[in-house]
């Protein structure tokens, strides 16, 4: 119950195609759900954050889908760019943050 | 960079030894968290600490422990260390007592290798 899984675990994007990342998780006592970015060598960086009371969180490129019934959220990367080239990490908590869990990851690769 | 240090940058070791991660929190933070990022495991919350108590733990195996000073740096030591302890660590600030809600600045990581 505590796991979230992601998929893909890798996706390579041309330059300006859309990017899509996709994570279910089963505790439904998860209340918030952030994306992280990580470049190679780097720690982990906030990308975007979604609470269930919406359905859709969109920060300039990122966009967040939320479906609660199905317990899936996604990152859509639009305009995909070089530089967006990292792993992605999906994860959920609970409404205190303390109790919370990371997907595996997907690297994303956009193509020049 | 995100105003998170963590000392040293890498560190190799070999089994049944001691380590000591250490980490200074960004300017002001409360809250200090430590993560283990390894390709079989993937990235794993291990403990946080809210102004120099214990607030969570994750997966800290009983070998690992951490504290948080007055100073509010915090030290992760591992000991009696495995090989499959080999990993990246990283630390993680914060202002709040908010966990993961709480937006985190993560560190640059130790990469820690035991042979």
């Known amino acids: 119950q505590q796991q979230v899984k992601q998929s893909p675990q890798s996706l390579i994007v041309q330059k300006g195609g859309i990017s899509i990342i996709n994570c279910a998780y089963e505790?439904?006592?998860?209340?918030?759900f952030p994306w992280y970015q990580q470049f190679p060598g780097k720690g982990p960086a906030l990308l975007i954050a979604?609470?269930?009371?919406?359905s859709e969180k969109k920060e300039g490129r990122f966009t967040i889908s939320f479906n609660k019934s199905a317990k899936q959220f996604s990152l859509h990367i639009m305009d995909s760019q070089p530089g967006d080239s990292a792993t992605y990490f999906c994860?959920?908590?609970?409404?205190?943050?303390?109790?919370?869990?990371f997907g595996p990851g997907t690297r994303l690769s956009v193509l020049p | 960079d995100s105003g998170v240090t963590q000392t040293p940058k890498h560190l190799i070791t070999a089994t049944g030894q001691r380590v000591t991660l250490r980490c200074s929190p960004r300017?002001?933070?409360?809250?200090v968290y430590w993560y283990q990022q390894s390709l079989d495991q993937g990235l794993q919350f291990l403990i946080h600490?809210?102004?120099?108590?214990?607030?969570a733990k994750g997966n800290i195996l009983e070998r690992f422990s951490a504290q948080q000073f007055p100073d509010l740096h915090s030290e992760l030591n591992l000991s009696s260390l495995e090989l499959g302890d080999s990993a990246l660590y990283f630390c993680?600030?914060?202002?709040?007592?908010?966990?993961?809600?709480?937006?985190?600045?993560f560190g640059p990581g130790t990469r820690l290798t035991v042979l």
């Open positions: 993680a600030s914060s202002p709040r007592l908010a966990g993961i809600t709480d937006t985190q600045y």
């Open positions: 505790n439904t006592a998860f209340d918030y």
């Open positions: 979604i609470r269930p009371d919406v």
């Open positions: 994860a959920a908590s609970d409404n205190y943050g303390q109790n919370f869990v």
């Open positions: 300017s002001g933070d409360l809250s």
């Open positions: 600490y809210y102004n120099g108590e214990e607030r």
